[in-house]
């Protein structure tokens, strides 16, 4: 059985994480949580990096920093996570979906503008499958309107807009390390913080609301609450495990893009006679081979090809159930939201495999076969 993933290992994990115990430092904010904070702010050029033990903590620490008080609207696609809006709902906050891009599956930066209203407090993109959203346009609108921008960067370490990073570019970015991402420490992320101004603070809320960080920095003589937050540090073990990652995070994107390289190479034929659409990766934009998707005729084409790919022992698996169609929007009783293409994504997306190591001409020639099948 070829999986949809499989976690890969650069080989320096155990060693560093035995480095951890050694140095007697297993809880957070030691040796190799510090050196992954330095090489998130050399890399992306970010005022501060703090590592988190998930993308969803750092959401949640940006909404907590975005000051979301109950009622305030927050803009975002439906076609994400669950934690990218979760982390607003949890301060009381109101996700507002707006539809996405035929193109590249991010969210439509033309229909921001119109979904603004005198409640909306941030607009929140997510990089989809690690390709860049118009991120020029969308921090345009943002200024015009004093809203802050949040970045879902969890699918995009190490991919550029404009030759920026993404997660770099507006007041805050989010990433995860999550096992299924390309630079893993089985659960992680880490909050960018590109706006100086929520710097101090982004270190008590992750310190549990308290000024510990400066204590130990001898910026005060004794640490206590001063804050809301939460016990947002990842332990040491994740950091090492994590630094590991780090330290090959070139060559581990290398190794991805030429899989995916070879897929979409591979499946031109395809999509020329017909048979499927391939990713769309905009000009401006290099991804950071994240996933691999073919988007299908329909649903029902989309389940037969997943069950005949299993017959292959290739597992290949669809994304994300819309948010707006979800059973906690319903149930909030806010008004519906009608966005034709994220429906018409969520129904017709699915996911190769793509991972180090993976064996993809066997993927490759199963889907020739299939799509040659069902055509």
């Known amino acids: 059985m070829i999986p949809f993933n499989k976690p890969y290992l650069t080989g320096r994990e155990l060693h560093h994480i035995s480095e951890a115990h050694a140095r007697g430092q297993l809880a957070g904010d030691g040796h190799f949580t510090k050196k992954c904070n330095t090489w998130l702010e050399e890399r992306t ?36 996570f669950v934690s990218t ?17 035929e193109d590249t599956l991010n969210i439509d930066e033309r229909l921001i503008e119109p979904a603004i209203t005198s409640r909306t407090k941030a607009i929140v993109p997510v990089h989809y499958a690690g390709v860049g959203c118009e991120m020029d346009t969308i921090m345009a609108i943002a200024s015009r309107h004093n809203l802050l921008v949040i970045e879902d960067a969890a699918q995009a370490v190490m991919a550029t807009y404009k030759g920026r990073l993404l997660g770099s570019i507006g007041d805050l970015g989010c990433y995860s390390f999550h096992e299924t991402k390309n630079i893993i420490s089985g659960e992680g992320g880490a909050l960018l913080i590109n ?5 101090e603070r982004a270190e008590i809320i992750r310190e549990k609301g308290t000024n510990r960080t400066q204590f130990f920095r001898g ?6 609450w001063v804050d ?12 090492a495990f994590l630094w590991a990652q780090m330290e090959e995070s070139d060559l581990i994107t290398a190794s991805r893009l030429k899989i995916w390289n070879d897929y979409h190479e591979s499946f031109q034929v395809l999509e020329e006679a017909g048979r499927l659409r391939r990713p769309v ?9 994240h996933m691999y998707y073919l988007l299908l005729a329909d649903l029902a084409e989309r389940s037969a090809f997943i069950s005949c790919m ?3 022992d290739i597992r290949c698996v669809f994304h994300y159930v819309p948010l707006h169609n979800a059973k906690m929007m319903i149930a909030s009783h806010l008004p519906p939201a009608l966005l ?14 793509l991972w180090i190591g993976l064996n993809h001409d066997l993927v490759i020639e199963a889907v020739l076969d299939v799509s040659n099948i069902s055509g």
Not at 87 to 97: D, S, T, Y
Not at 228 to 239: D, F, M, R, T, V
Not at 340 to 353: F, N, Q
């Open 340 to 353: 034709p293409v994220t429906e018409s994504v969520a129904a017709c997306l699915v996911r190769l495999p």
């Open 85 to 101: 809006a979760n982390a607003f709902v949890l301060r009381g906050g109101v996700p507002v979906f707006v539809d996405i891009r």
């Open 195 to 199: 706006n100086p101004a929520f710097a």
């Open 228 to 239: 809301i937050g939460s016990s947002y540090l990842p332990g040491e073990l994740i950091a």
């Open 45 to 80: 050029g970010c005022h501060k990096a703090l590592l988190t033990h998930s993308c969803t903590a750092a959401l949640e620490m940006a909404a907590i920093l975005a000051d979301i008080q109950p009622g305030d609207e927050i803009i975002m696609p439906s076609y994400t």
């Open 310 to 312: 299993l017959k292959r």
């Open 219 to 224: 910026q005060v003589d004794k640490y206590t």
């Open 281 to 289: 990766i905009a000009d401006d934009c290099v991804h950071n081979a």
